[in-house]
């Protein structure tokens, strides 16, 4: 089977022909400035909308100085939400509260955290995930349900709570490292799909193979 058209905004066509417009390739969906994503990132919404970058990053303005990046193939769940570092409140004064943003002339010069939120390649994040500001999720990552991510999660890991923890790694260090080595999600299209039934069955042989 071939894959996807990388450049449909809407991949999944129903079994009545139409497109299911509640999943999104966002490579096509998303034209931000701070928003960079990687071909194949889809995400999936019960209420789809029109602004997909705003759903997804509420907080995440043209004007703001960090930025969200997502890699190839990921794939996100209803009710994610990015919370980047337009977000945040300065805690290092008396107060939290923001004056600047009510100034005008001070707004676009008041911006406390300027980190960026960094998401891998092959990450699946689960219905209802906060990914919380300057967070950096590893490739083959499995971000659980409901889960508020801070920090940095270690690629091929498994990670569930508030705050997030690693509760297992899904395969063992060795391959992992493979894994990481043979950087799947960047071979040529024609290649993955001769590759795509090794990635579902976990077949690292069969994919050292092709790489060669």
């Not at 990015?82 to 509260?97: E, K, L, Q, R």
């Not at 071979?187 to 060669?212: C, H």
Request: hydrophobic share 40%.
């Amino acid at each position: 089977m071939p894959l996807p058209d990388s450049a449909r905004r809407y991949p999944v066509t129903l079994p009545d022909g139409t497109e299911h417009k509640g999943t999104a390739f966002l490579s096509q969906v998303i034209d931000h400035p701070r928003i960079q994503v990687g071909d194949y990132t889809y995400a999936s919404d019960f209420d789809a909308p029109e602004d997909w970058a705003n759903r997804l990053a509420p907080y995440l303005f043209e004007f703001s100085r960090e930025k969200l990046v997502l890699g190839k193939f990921c794939q996100i769940a209803h009710g994610v939400r990015f919370v980047t570092a337009s977000a945040n409140h300065a805690t290092d004064g008396i107060t939290c509260f923001p004056f600047p943003v009510f100034d005008l002339e001070r707004m676009l010069e008041y911006q406390p955290d300027v980190r960026d939120t960094l998401v891998g390649n092959d990450v699946w994040i689960g219905y209802g995930a906060l990914i919380m500001p300057g967070a950096s999720i590893g490739d083959g990552a499995i971000i659980g349900a409901g889960s508020v991510v801070r920090g940095t999660i270690p690629p091929y890991s498994v990670v569930t709570g508030n705050p997030a923890e690693v509760r297992r790694y899904r395969f063992d260090a060795d391959k992992i490292e493979r894994l990481l080595a043979l950087k799947w999600w960047d071979w040529p299209a024609e290649l993955i799909i001769e590759a795509e039934s090794g990635l579902l069955r976990g077949d690292i042989e069969n994919l050292e193979r092709l790489a060669l």
